[in-house]
């Protein structure tokens, strides 16, 4: 018995010993153990990594080319805009012009009516043909009684000159009516009656000295009407048909206006290139530069 409460005794020690170093293991386990820590916060390369990855995602590549699209579309609307204040400055121009043209021509009638006004009384209530009838002759009458150097009578040669000069002028004044009747029709902005009258006095009138004219505006009437085919067509005879027009400068500019218009830039170019070797130094070679500028622009986008 006694080695048997012996034994109990021991166990009892022991198993009190073992609890006390348990319990003394994890005073000391949580004396030693730290409190959690908070994160730092990101260093400047770790921002600039990140804005990297963010950059680099497709979401802002989209939105990059967003952009360089829009830009493209501005540039194409500037430029549409820049096409058409030029076309409201031809416009300008051409109304200008057509005023200019009116007003030289009505100068010039009043001066030739002026000087062909008769001077005896009465004559100024007769009809256009008898006064013309009266002029002759009375020019008639004074030439077969006028004498030359000398003394000699001038003869009936020059009578016949002078009726002849006398029957003539109908016929320059018929010339001349006929433009003033097409041209009247495109300063009324008439353009396809205005067309069809010029064609018919170049017809009539191939050698007259309204003809090389007749064809510019021939060529303009096609071109207001955007119908450029035609007017290239119409600016070329002009070009090829009158070598001493002073609209040849302006037709081979129209002709590159045109074959802009129909986005025929190569065509366009060669033609705007001649006009500068041909007239380098005139209004019509410097719009013929800037055109040339936008055509470069057209083709690098």
Do not use: C
Not at 183 to 202: D, P, Q, T, V
Not at 215 to 230: I, N, P, V
């Amino acid at each position: 018995m006694q080695r048997t409460f012996l034994s109990s005794v021991l166990l009892i020690v022991l198993g009190v010993g073992l609890a006390a170093q348990s319990i003394a293991e994890e005073s000391a386990t949580a004396k030693s153990a730290k409190p959690a820590t908070i994160p730092p916060p990101p260093t400047t390369e770790e921002r600039v990594e990140r804005l990297e990855r963010l950059i680099n995602s497709q979401g802002l590549v989209d939105i990059l080319l967003r952009l360089e699209n829009l830009q493209k579309d501005v540039q194409n609307i500037q430029g549409d805009n820049e096409v058409q204040m030029h076309k409201l400055d031809e416009l300008r121009k051409r109304q200008r012009e057509l005023y200019i043209d009116i007003d030289r021509r009505l100068l010039q009638l009043e001066r030739k009516q002026t000087g062909r006004a008769p001077v005896a009384v009465g004559k100024s209530n007769l009809p256009t043909s008898a006064r013309t009838a009266v002029t002759a002759a009375g020019n008639a009458a004074h030439v077969n009684h006028g004498t030359v150097a000398g003394g000699k009578p001038t003869g009936g040669r020059r009578t016949a000159v002078a009726a002849k000069a006398v029957v003539g002028e109908p016929e320059q004044e018929t010339e001349q009516e006929a433009y003033q009747k097409a041209f009247n029709l495109l300063r009324e902005l008439r353009y396809n009656k205005a067309g069809l009258a010029f064609r018919s006095f170049i017809e009539k009138y191939p050698e007259g000295r309204y003809a090389h004219i007749a064809q510019y505006w021939l060529a303009e009437a096609s071109y207001a009407q955007r119908d450029f085919r035609t007017a290239i067509a119409d600016y070329q005879k002009l070009i090829d048909d009158y070598a001493g027009s002073p609209k040849r400068a302006e037709a081979m500019l129209k002709i590159g206006y045109s074959y802009y218009e129909l986005k025929d830039y190569p065509k366009a170019q060669a033609v705007l290139e001649q006009l500068l070797a041909a007239y380098p130094s005139t209004t019509e070679a410097g719009q013929a530069q800037n055109l040339l500028q936008k055509i470069k622009i057209n083709n690098a986008s």
